[in-house]
């Protein structure tokens, strides 16, 4: 069996549910049985591998489709829309994803010195595994096996994966994620700041000094980044947070758009239909009527 299959084989005896959290802090794996719908979310910083079947990921003007045998690096947080396009109950969409550890990172290139690498422009960056990442991975995920080594295994089967994704072309994006003062380290900060204050004031002078930059000079790597100025950004997170709200009901729409940071439900109504294509109400309608499994966050 190879390094793969066993993979495959460990996440189809764990995962007992489209998305599951596991014993081991940040680790998700997925086993999908149905194409689902676009799913909105909030991808933090992380590491996500697809083993088998097939997943498609919109941010902006963005779009990824990943199939089996790609990985994604996310290094900022960044508003998506996910689904899965190709998966069934004999060949399921089998992936896992890790939240990424600055502090693990750092100290992975305290011992070692990525290639020269150019960084990339973007937040979120598509790659090929290589055998080792593959290997290293069955090393981490092994673990669901067997959590009385997690205390003492956990943390060198990480430290080994990062040392993998840093020798790839794609190692210089995780090295300017971790390391102070970079670009991507700063707008990092800034886009961190808005997720956890969405519904509040908000001013690009303010972000700026957040970030120790020029607002002309954050204006333009944040766009880089993100494909999104920074109000762009405040939009669709405040929106993709509303959604979740009318989903999950006990609110109306004027309420909450209010509890979003939305003084005006004419313009809440709009900028969701814009986003979404129907208004906050029909949309929920919609919604709970398709019946298309989905989860949150693929």
């Not at 998700?28 to 194409?35: A, D, K, L, Q």
């Not at 079947?53 to 941010?59: C, D, E, F, L, T």
């Not at 109000?231 to 979003?260: H, P, W």
Request: aromatic share 8%.
């Amino acid at each position: 069996m190879t390094a793969r299959q066993e993979v495959i084989s460990i996440i189809g005896r764990h995962a007992r549910s489209p998305r599951q959290s596991t014993s081991i802090g940040g680790l998700s794996i997925f086993n999908v049985m149905e194409p689902t719908l676009p799913v909105e979310s909030v991808y933090t910083p992380r590491i996500c591998m697809v083993l088998q079947g097939q997943k498609r990921i919109s941010s902006g003007n963005r779009t990824f489709d990943l199939r089996a045998g790609h990985y994604f690096i996310a290094t900022v947080d960044l508003p998506v829309s996910a689904s899965i396009t190709a998966a069934s109950e004999a060949n399921p969409h089998l992936a896992w994803s890790l939240e990424l550890s600055r502090e693990d990172v750092v100290e992975v290139l305290q011992r070692f010195s990525p290639a020269k690498w150019p960084s990339e422009g973007f937040g979120l960056t598509v790659g090929d595994q290589s055998t080792d990442m593959v290997e290293a991975s069955l090393r981490l995920l092994s673990l669901l096996d067997r959590p009385d080594d997690q205390v003492v295994l956990l943390h060198a089967v990480k430290f080994e994966l990062y040392y993998r994704l840093l020798q790839s072309e794609h190692g210089a994006l995780l090295r300017d994620f971790a390391t102070n003062g970079t670009m991507l380290a700063k707008i990092g900060k800034v886009t961190s700041w808005i997720k956890d204050n969405f519904a509040g004031t908000m001013s690009i002078s303010d972000l700026a000094d957040r970030a120790g930059m020029s607002s002309t000079s954050l204006h333009r790597h944040f766009k880089a980044l993100t494909t999104m100025s920074p109000f762009e950004y405040r939009t669709a997170i405040r929106l993709q947070e509303a959604r979740r709200r009318l989903l999950i009901g006990g609110a109306n729409a004027r309420r909450v758009g209010f509890d979003v940071g939305y003084d005006s439900q004419t313009q809440f109504t709009r900028e969701y239909k814009r986003l979404f294509g129907r208004p906050p109400a029909a949309d929920t309608a919609h919604l709970r009527g398709v019946k298309s499994r989905s989860a949150p966050d693929f």
